[in-house]
T-cell receptor, first 110, second 111 residues
Framework: GQSLEQPSEVTAVEGAIVQINCTYQ??????LSWYQQHDGGAPTFLSY????GLEETGRFSSFLSRSDSYGYLLLQELQMKDSASYFC???????????FGPGTRLSVLP | NAGVTQTPKFRVLKTGQSMTLLCAQD?????MYWYRQDPGMGLRLIHY???????AKGEVPDGYNVSRLKKQNFLLGLESAAPSQTSVYFC??????????FGEGSRLTVL
């Protein structure tokens, strides 16, 4: 079966940098993606890694190490609007199946 | 460009009633998914489809049925609703990339 682990909660202050880790156990790994979800809203795509290394998209970066079954999402220059839940998701089976982690609730304090 | 549209957005059912949730996407995506999300939890896959006329079971398929008669539509059915099916349901689609496009969600309460 598949399993993903993330910290349940992270707290940081405005302007800071925060890293949210994700470890996974799965068969047929294809890629790792990250989604943001505000309370009452739908998940929205942030980043995707199919290969080892760092992907940068504005203030957000995502990293993947396939050999370690590990990835992280890095959020820089935190803003109040970044307070949300963040989910990692493993893509399996040649992109057919997405399995989500339990989510990390990020609180950004003034 | 509407993306992924779910109807209805809210519904209250009594135990034993049936209903269908409709998901429509206008991006010509092959892959479509139905997830459920319970308070404070992640998304769990119910069923998915890799193309018109195909469906497959996900992690929590019991009590649900699906159909993909047209490429742009993916229907989720509850034949006999139970209180345990109270949840927020999200439809999503993608085209063999890492990016899932989600609908706004359908909030279902079963009394």
């Amino acid at each position: 079966g598949q399993s993903l682990e993330q910290p349940s909660e992270v707290t940081a202050v405005e302007g800071a940098i925060v890293q949210i880790n994700c470890t996974y156990q799965t068969s047929g790994f294809y890629g790792l993606s990250w989604y943001q979800q505000h309370d009452g809203g739908a998940p929205t795509f942030l980043s995707y890694n199919a290969l080892d290394g760092l992907e940068e998209t504005g203030r957000f970066s995502s990293f993947l190490s396939r050999s370690d079954s590990y990835g992280y999402l890095l959020l820089q220059e935190l803003q109040m609007k970044d307070s949300a839940s963040y989910f990692c998701a493993v893509t399996e089976g040649y992109g057919q199946n997405f399995v989500f982690g339990p989510g990390t609730r990020l609180s950004v304090l003034p | 460009n509407a993306g992924v549209t779910q109807t209805p957005k809210f519904r209250v059912l009594k135990t034993g009633q049936s209903m269908t949730l409709l998901c429509a996407q206008d991006m010509n995506h092959e892959y479509m998914y139905w997830y459920r999300q319970d308070p404070g939890m992640g998304l769990r896959l119910i069923h998915y489809s890799v193309g018109e006329g195909t469906t497959a079971k996900g992690e929590v398929p019991d009590g649900y049925n699906v159909s993909r008669l047209k490429k742009q539509n993916f229907l989720l059915g509850l034949e006999s609703a139970a209180p345990s099916q109270t949840s927020v349901y999200f439809c999503a689609s993608h085209e063999n990339t890492g990016e899932l496009f989600f609908g706004e969600g359908s909030r279902l309460t079963v009394l």
